[in-house]
């Protein structure tokens, strides 16, 4: 899966950390990165993406096909 994480759009509340913490860290100025995509579930950072408050993560599958947000 390919995840991005929109800075613009990242207000650092850390609920994707929370949820995936292999997988997203905050960097220093409080804003979600990814860090591992490969280092948890599909389900587990389709969750963290889904419960980001500003709804920055998005989540592709390898084929490009975009599983999260929906459109």
Same mark, same amino acid.
């Given at each position: @899966?390919?995840?991005? !994480?929109?800075?613009? #759009?990242?207000?650092?509340?850390?609920?994707?950390?929370? /949820? =995936?913490?292999?997988?997203?860290?905050?960097?220093?100025? @409080?804003?979600?990165? !990814?860090?591992?995509? #490969?280092?948890?579930?599909?389900?587990?950072?389709?969750? /963290? =993406?889904?419960?980001?408050?500003?709804?920055?993560?998005?989540?592709?599958?390898?084929?490009?096909?975009?599983?999260?947000?929906?459109?």
């Amino acid at each position: @899966m390919k995840i991005t !994480v929109d800075r613009a #759009k990242c207000e650092g509340y850390a609920k994707c950390v929370q /949820a =995936a913490p292999k997988v997203f860290q905050l960097d220093k100025t @409080m804003i979600a990165e !990814v860090i591992d995509p #490969k280092a948890d579930t599909d389900e587990r950072i389709l969750l /963290a =993406a889904r419960i980001c408050p500003t709804k920055a993560i998005a989540v592709h599958e390898e084929a490009g096909k975009k599983l999260y947000p929906p459109d």
